[in-house]
Each structure stands twice: as structure tokens, then as C-alpha cells.
């Protein structure tokens, strides 16, 4: 009876034990040395697991590896390693008893990928190599997986030197492989961006190298990419290269293709050749108006380039459009190199807004802060889609020439531009300044500042040329020679333009041709004789006379009023035309000529006027104003008064001439 107590007990601490067992996994410590050994016999590489083996018994067999690290033991510095927080594979208890393994499901939780970033192109040294598997037993030995799960997962891409480390957070995959079609699906975060995607493949009969492989690959990844992309290719491993062949695909509604290749031993090499029917590039916004100034400042985001050190490419990219931010060129050939950290990008003939850009952009990323170097030519473009788009300046419009060689450095838009130095030649035909009317400025100006370009937007100034060549120095183009050729106006000019803060500082001399001649005639145009200043944020500059240029000489001054008097009544001028046919018998001077001839003698008495008023008001105060103190009384007329003589009253006489002329 004692015998059948004991042997009782014996058995319910048995169950118990083994129902413990069941939940909580059998400690296989003997497990662990057996699996580093086979992993590194057929890998060559070391695992290590710190957190133990188990073997679980329910709800079905499964070994789990804990705390597991995978590196290559002929690496000094261990730098390119993996570890995983949890490994558990999901077994047949039938396959174990046939020597042939047949995992389920693996399950890797937590995966950390470290991968070194290398400037130059140099031999990794790899573990040794597995030995060749028979022909007649092609992976005989071979683990057979039916799933594998990814959780959790990180890819650190570092360099230690450079204190660089980019990552790849959030990786959830998972994969399934049924009779050798592999698909896997995922998602991702790439810094800020998130990422999906889809693998489709047929993997070959072993061996798997020197056989293509068709794979299908399906990407979204919005803020990198302007639309989700899908790809077909061939695929191919001949040693450290991987070689991508017939490439076809579509990037949104547009279809590409073309072929890659990637030398993924040490420093990768990639080269690549595509044509796209579209392609767009999404570019990093600016921020959103200023509310003091109106005018959008250059965006301080940063501009990371450090990529461009560890990775050597050949690229050629050719397209029907390329759509650059908010920037289109079409058509588009552009070939890159890029080696050692320096970009080099030729585009020998683009279409842009129709015409064209040649030149050349290269990017030195190599020793810290990025510098920049651009020469370009640029025929018969639309200048305001290019520069609206370009540089948010929507004021000018024409058919673009112009030459440009500048030099830049700088981590951001606002950076690039506050450093920008070279020089410029911009050859404006054909074309409108939007926004002002020269003329009616001008008028404008005698009662008050401008602010803006015009009140009215549908305002605008024809131009028949504007040229100019500035002198870039950190930031500030400057120019001496600016120069605008209109149907009934020219105005030449000299100044800074702040690239940097989008602003104006600019002189400039505006002439009105006062004849219907146009510029063919063979007389100057009439100049206002006061220069104008245009200063301030170029969306809404400020306009107005610089009235030093009266105090600084009057005479002058007052003689270009006069001759533009003349220009403005006398015979051909531009009222004269205007009004010729309201001579008739309304005139009531002599001649034939009627009302022109008053006219023209009203221009020469108006100037006389003005000369007189003004001229006085120069020399006695060098202001517009009338003097304070009366003048002195005049020398007792003769007997026969001399009907030229300067009457007494000129000065008020000059006012009412103000007031009818310039409303004041």
C-alpha cells in the first residue's frame, strides 16, 4: 500500500512537472552549442545567445533563443552586427525524427541590423564560406522554412568617424515561401517618412547565384516619392553584384524602365540607367508668408548631403518631364557621377518653359558643410513660370537669356543664398514688368510714395528689352548697368538685389519717349530728371523720387521738367499727336498749324515756368517750397517796360503751375 502511496505521488510530480514544462519550456542549455556550431559551420559567422535556450512543448514544439548576437569574427571592431532581442521557431515534431527540420514559422522580435558607413571603397573581410553542396544533393542539409516574421526592427546605418548614424525604425515584415515563390510584405519608418512595401519573387533551383530571379516590387513612400512606385526585373547575384536587368515599372500613372546594378561589397557602387515619361521630386516647403513683409523667406530647413559620402554611383536619368519642387523641365537627359563625396551633374540640353538649359552642378559634400558650384546657359526661356516657381517672384515676364557662373556653401536654402557669389547676365525680350505702369508712376510720384508695384495688378509696362549683369557677393547681386527698352519708355539703373532676404535696392533714371515714333526717334527720350528708388522686399517694394536729386542741383533738375514740357505740347510730340484733330477752328493762335502751335507754345512757356519758379526756389531755399521771407522790391521799371521781364508774382505763379500739374 506504502508502494502505491509513492508511486502516486512519483507520477503526479511528473504530470506536474511536465505540465510546468509544457508552459514554461524545457531548459535546453546542451541545445546552444550544437546550434553556434552548425550557424557558424554554415554561415561563418558567430552567434551568440546570452539569454539561453528553451524548448517548448505547447502549443506546439518550438525552440527560442533569447538575447542572440550574430557578428563576423574576422571583424577587429565587430562594427557590422546583429542582434535580436527573441528567435523562435515553430517546428514539426515528425520532421525532427527524420533529421530534416521543417520550421513553421520563425519569429524574429526586436532585430537590430548595424551597418558601418565606409567613405572609401576598401575589402571587407567575410567569413569563410560554406562548404559546396554536392550536385546531387542540392541543400540537402538545408533548413526548410515555410514563414518568417519580423517585429519591431531597426536598421542603424553609422559612421563613427563622422559621428554619423541614420536610421530605420519600425520595421514589421513578414514572408512566406511556398515551393520557392517568396513574397514579403512590410512597412517601415525612414526618419520622418513613413514606407510600404511589397517583394514578389521566385527564387531558383540551387545554386542561386548566376540565375535570374524575377522579382516584383510595389513602394509607397509619400514625401520621398511624388507617387507609389511598382517594378518588374530580373535579378541576378554574380558574386558581390547584384545585377537588375529589363527594369519596367510605372511611378504613379507613368511609366519607366531601364536596368540597375549594385556592388554591395564595402562602400556600395551603384550605377544606373532609367527613362521615365514623368518624373516628379518632392523638395522640402517654405515656411509661410511673413505677415510684416509679405514676401516668403527662404526655407531654413536643413539639407542633409552626408549620404552623398558613402556611396559611389553613375547615373543617367533622361525623361519626357521632370517635375523639381514646383520647377518643370521637359524634355530632361541628365548624367551623374558622384565618387568621394562630390557630385558632378551634367544636363547638356534641357527644355524648360520653352527653351533651354545647359550647364553643369557639382555638390562637394566631402569636408563637412556642403559647397556648391553651377555654370549654366539658358536661351530663350519664359522667365516668369521659371523664376515664380524658382525664386516666388512673380513680377516680371519676357524671353529669358542669361549666363551664370556662381559659387555657394551652406546646410539650407536661406544658408545657400546668404552665401552665394559669382556673376549673372540676364537678357529680358519681348515682355512686361506685371504689376507697374511706368508711366502712370511717374505721374504717381509727383503726389506720393508707391507701396507695392501698383494697386491695380492688371497694370503692367511692355518692355521691348531689360538687361542687366550683377556681380554676386554673399548674397548681394549688384549692377551698374540695368537697362529697360520699351514701346514708350527706357530707364536705366544701378543697385543691389538681396538675394538672401528677397529684397530691392535699386536707382534707377526713367525717360518717357513722348512720341508716337517710338524708340526709333532720333531725338533722347525725356527723362523725369528726378532719380527714382525702388527699395524694399521684392513681392511690394516701396517707389518714390529721390528728392536729393533735386536739392543736389536744381537747374538740371527743373530743365528736364522743362524739356519734357516741350516733348509733351509741342508739334509731334505726345498731346500734340493726341489731340491734333481738336485744332480746328477752336485755336486762336496764328497759322496754319492751330492748336498744336499753342500747344507746342504752351510747352515752351510752361518749361520757361518751371525753370523760373523752380530755379528760384533752388537758389534761394533748395527746396520745392516757396521762400519764407517776400523778395526784395525790384529796381523801378523803366518808362517802356520790357514785356519779358520777370513779373513780381512768379512764385505763386509756379504754385498754380504745381497745382495744375501735379495736383498739388
Not at 536610421?167 to 514589421?172: D, F, K, L
Not at 519607366?256 to 561589397?265: L, Q, R, Y
Not at 557602387?269 to 523667406?297: C, E, N
Request: net charge neutral; glycine share 10%; proline share 7%.
Amino acid at each position: 500500500m506504502r508502494a502505491l502511496k509513492i508511486a502516486g505521488a512519483a507520477t503526479a510530480a511528473v504530470i506536474v512537472v511536465l505540465a510546468l514544462l509544457l508552459i514554461i519550456g524545457i531548459p535546453s542549455g546542451f541545445l546552444t552549442s550544437e546550434i553556434q556550431a552548425r550557424v557558424e559551420r554554415e554561415t561563418g559567422y558567430r552567434l551568440t545567445v546570452s539569454g539561453g535556450t528553451k524548448i517548448g512543448l505547447w502549443p506546439k514544439l518550438n525552440v527560442t533563443l533569447t538575447d542572440v548576437t550574430l557578428e563576423n569574427p574576422k571583424d577587429p571592431e565587430t562594427s557590422n552586427r546583429l542582434t535580436v532581442g527573441r528567435v523562435q521557431a515553430d517546428m514539426t515534431l515528425a520532421s525532427l525524427w527524420t533529421g530534416h527540420p521543417q520550421i513553421t514559422e520563425l519569429v524574429i522580435a526586436r532585430p537590430v541590423l548595424y551597418h558601418p558607413l565606409l567613405r572609401e571603397r576598401t575589402r571587407v573581410p567575410s567569413p569563410s564560406a560554406r562548404p559546396t553542396t554536392s550536385s546531387s544533393e542540392p541543400g540537402a542539409n538545408a533548413l526548410a522554412i515555410d514563414r518568417v516574421t519580423v517585429t519591431d526592427g531597426t536598421v542603424v546605418a553609422f559612421n563613427l568617424r563622422d559621428r554619423v548614424e541614420n536610421r530605420i525604425t519600425g520595421i514589421n515584415a513578414d514572408a512566406t515561401i511556398d515551393d520557392r515563390k517568396i513574397r514579403i510584405t512590410g512597412s517601415a519608418r525612414a526618419s520622418e517618412h513613413p514606407l510600404k512595401f511589397e517583394v514578389k519573387a521566385t527564387a531558383p533551383h540551387p545554386p542561386v547565384e548566376r540565375q535570374n530571379m524575377p522579382v516584383e516590387l510595389a513602394l509607397d513612400a509619400p514625401g520621398v516619392l511624388q507617387a507609389p512606385l511598382s517594378a518588374k526585373a530580373e535579378v541576378r547575384l554574380n558574386g558581390s553584384v547584384v545585377m537588375i536587368n529589363g527594369v519596367t515599372g510605372t511611378l504613379g500613372d507613368d511609366a519607366f524602365n531601364g536596368w540597375a546594378s549594385v556592388d554591395i561589397e564595402s562602400k556600395p557602387l551603384v550605377k544606373v540607367d532609367l527613362d521615365f515619361q514623368r518624373l516628379g521630386v518632392a523638395t522640402s516647403k517654405t515656411p509661410a508668408a511673413s505677415a510684416s513683409t509679405g514676401a516668403q523667406p527662404w526655407s531654413n530647413a536643413t539639407i542633409d548631403l552626408n549620404g552623398l559620402n558613402y556611396v559611389d554611383a553613375q547615373v543617367r536619368i533622361s525623361a519626357a518631364e521632370l517635375n523639381l519642387g514646383d520647377t518643370r523641365f521637359a524634355p530632361v537627359a541628365i548624367d551623374a557621377a558622384l565618387a568621394g563625396g562630390v557630385l558632378r551633374c551634367g544636363f547638356p540640353n534641357l527644355g524648360a518653359y520653352g527653351g533651354q538649359v545647359s550647364g553643369q552642378l557639382i555638390v562637394d559634400a566631402s569636408r563637412g558643410e556642403p559647397i556648391y558650384a553651377l555654370t549654366s546657359d539658358l536661351v530663350g526661356v519664359r522667365a516668369l513660370p521659371l523664376l515664380q516657381s524658382a525664386a516666388d517672384f512673380d513680377k516680371l515676364d519676357g524671353k529669358l537669356q542669361a549666363k551664370i557662373g556662381v559659387r555657394s556653401n551652406g546646410n539650407s536654402q536661406r544658408a545657400i543664398m546668404s552665401n552665394l557669389g559669382g556673376t549673372v547676365f540676364a537678357n529680358f525680350q519681348d515682355g512686361a514688368i506685371r504689376g507697374l505702369n511706368v508711366a502712370r508712376m511717374i505721374r504717381s510720384l509727383t503726389s506720393g510714395t508707391l507701396s507695392g508695384w501698383q494697386e491695380t495688378k492688371e497694370e503692367a509696362t511692355d518692355l521691348s528689352q531689360l538687361s542687366a549683369s550683377f556681380r554676386v557677393e554673399r548674397g548681394q547681386a549688384t549692377t551698374n548697368d540695368l537697362n529697360l527698352i520699351g514701346p514708350l519708355v527706357k530707364m536705366t539703373g544701378t543697385g543691389t538685389v538681396d538675394l538672401a532676404a528677397k529684397s530691392l535696392a535699386l536707382r534707377v533714371e526713367p525717360k518717357l519717349v513722348m512720341t508716337t515714333e517710338g524708340q526709333g526717334r532720333a531725338s533722347d527720350p525725356v527723362g523725369l530728371g528726378i532719380p527714382v528708388v525702388i527699395d524694399g522686399p521684392w513681392s511690394e517694394p516701396r517707389i518714390y523720387p529721390e528728392m536729393a536729386g533735386i536739392l543736389d542741383n536744381p537747374d538740371a533738375a527743373y530743365a528736364k521738367l522743362k524739356e519734357m514740357g516741350k516733348g509733351l505740347f509741342a508739334p509731334g510730340g505726345g498731346l500734340s499727336s493726341a489731340l491734333g484733330g481738336l485744332g480746328g477752328s477752336g485755336g486762336t493762335g496764328s497759322g496754319d498749324s492751330g492748336q498744336p502751335n499753342q500747344l507746342g507754345k504752351l510747352g515752351e512757356t510752361l518749361g520757361n515756368l518751371l525753370q523760373q519758379g523752380f530755379g528760384q526756389g533752388g537758389h534761394r531755399g533748395r527746396s520745392l517750397a516757396p521762400p519764407s521771407s517776400p523778395a526784395p522790391p525790384a529796381p523801378t521799371p523803366p518808362a517802356q517796360s520790357d514785356p519779358t521781364a520777370e513779373p513780381p508774382q512768379d512764385s505763386q505763379a509756379m504754385n498754380e503751375v504745381l497745382r495744375q500739374l501735379f495736383n498739388r
